[in-house]
């Protein structure tokens, strides 16, 4: 495979399963230096010794990213694993506790926006600037789906995604003529640890799709790291649809 990405430092965010950890793997066989974050140390510390067995530079960072100051720690420790920069952020990590409106307690409501809203925008904050000054960067946010159209009991999740939609286009505008380009991928139902606690439901969404079939981390991986690559120079501030086809029916 293309080494295409040496010399490169990527942060993912959530990089220690799922789509992130696709993501990762993904971006370490092609010469990056990957950088994951994420809660679990120790399922940080497998991911590592996996993408370094497999040949790749890696390295973890514990982060909560429900607390400001864990995200611009992030930011600073990935600058300092990577040398004094970062050329790729792939804003990934989020969480969804899906339910009815009337039933989702403060906390929860609260931790949606703050791990899928703020803790993008203060990455972008600490990090667009510096690739800014560099002249070239990427930065690739993870949305969903239900970002485009409503479904009972993803109110808080949908919304938070539609922001980080908003946000993707504004930043296009704001780095983009620096050099930075701005990207999200916009992801259907796919098999990961998270979602498996969605059951059966999450065959039945997949069912809506034309595809009729639930997504895998690679495949979504996939658009990622294309968004990131010099293969997509010229996209910018577009989101890419990964969902079996839902958004075009």
Do not use: C
Not at 177 to 202: K, Q, W
Not at 232 to 249: C, E, F, K, N
Request: a negative charge.
């Amino acid at each position: 495979m293309t080494q295409d990405f040496a010399g490169r430092t990527a942060l993912v965010t959530g990089g220690n399963s799922g789509i992130g950890r696709a993501v990762a793997g993904q971006l370490a066989r092609r010469g990056a230096h990957v950088v994951i974050s994420g809660r679990d140390a120790a399922r940080g510390a497998k991911a590592v010794e996996e993408l370094r067995a497999e040949g790749g530079t890696a390295d973890f960072v514990a982060a909560d990213l429900t607390d400001l100051a864990d995200v611009r720690s992030l930011a600073k420790q990935a600058l300092e694993l990577g040398g004094g920069h970062v050329d790729v952020l792939v804003n990934n990590a989020g969480i969804f506790p899906f339910g009815p409106t009337a039933e989702t307690v403060e906390s929860d409501f609260e931790a949606v926006f703050a791990v899928n809203v703020r803790a993008p925008f203060y990455l972008v904050a600490e990090l667009a600037p510096l690739m800014a000054a560099r002249g070239a960067g990427s930065i690739v946010n993870v949305t969903t789906m239900v970002a485009y159209f409503g479904m009972a009991g993803m109110a808080a999740y949908g919304a938070s995604k539609a922001a980080v939609e908003l946000l993707t286009r504004s930043w296009a505008a704001e780095f983009g003529p620096a050099g930075v380009r701005v990207n999200a991928v916009s992801p259907g139902p796919t098999r990961t640890e998270g979602t498996a606690v969605m059951g059966d439901g999450l065959p039945n969404l997949a069912a809506t799709t034309p595809l009729q079939r639930v997504g895998m981390p690679d495949e979504v991986a996939a658009g990622i790291v294309f968004l990131a690559s010099d293969e997509a120079s010229l996209v910018h501030g577009a989101t890419l649809p990964i969902d079996g086809g839902r958004l075009a029916v």
